[in-house]
């Protein structure tokens, strides 16, 4: 019960790249470069265990960022010449790739680190992706000419990698979708049924993470415009309930969504977003306790795995494991409440 789970970015340390940002430069190069991403991997892994987490990542320690460490990988996308583009319906400008051809993975895209980190911990082991209706949001297209063609093809490369990760002893595959809360209807229309194109034929636990993005001011100039009560999961939950996808990775602590919408989800899992990632200060464990039992008024105490509400990529390393920490003690105080 209530077993703990990171929504998936972790801090790279300052050896790897420059702290604190959301596109890290890396400090090193060629074969320096990827011996420092497999320590920071390890690195990480024994301080989630360490912390209490039952379900851990690998940090997202090998990736620039989380679309963009996928992307690397794909053929037919114009790096070199990227273009500025409103993202997330126009929240924030990001300088973006373009898509010039038929797009097709250049081989595995997170072997290295799913590989390693599986002969490295016994516990159960989570890596990310971004989803496809984010990907197509996070890139320019020049060749495809359809959003959802597109969204539908790279689903198709996901899912190839997905699959390849099953066969590495991944128990966890989890697709980022922050921009499920931007485009609810085209959400209803095609991005449920791309996501479920990633999943395809996964016989692992499948998962779609969907927050209000990370700490950045952007996001948090964004979530001020939402009004008091935060409602773009109660138009997604009930199309997502009745999807393939196993569980469903959502925001909650210091957050204006109203938690009862939880509820929304029947049959998914929930991984109740318990720890903030917009502010430094650290949760308490009774905090989090609190907040978790609130949650089992609306969901089986069994589907409920507290969890971040986002990827802790851009913040204090110290702050972050301490958050980590907090996660855990919360969670194993609501299981003495409950047991
Ligand atoms: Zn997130």
Redesign the pocket.
Known sequence: MFETTI?GSLPKPGWLSETQKLWPQWKLEGAELAQAKKDATLLWLKLQEDSGIDIVSDGEQSRQHFVHGFLEFVKGIDFKNKVKMGIRNDRYDAMVPVVKGKLKLKGRVHAIEAKLARAHTKKKLKITMPGPMTIVDTIADKYYGDKVKLAFAFAALLNQEARALERDGVDVIQF?E?AFNVYMDDVKEWGIKALERAAQGLKCTTVV?I?Y??GIKANLDWKKSLGSHWRQYEEIFPALSKSKIKQVSLEAMHSRVPLEFIRLLKGKDVLLGVIGVASNKVETPAQVAALISKATKYVPKNRIFPCTN??MAPMNRDIALRKLRALSAGAALARRRFS
């Open positions: 929504a980022d922050p993470h927050c993005g990370y986002c990827g």
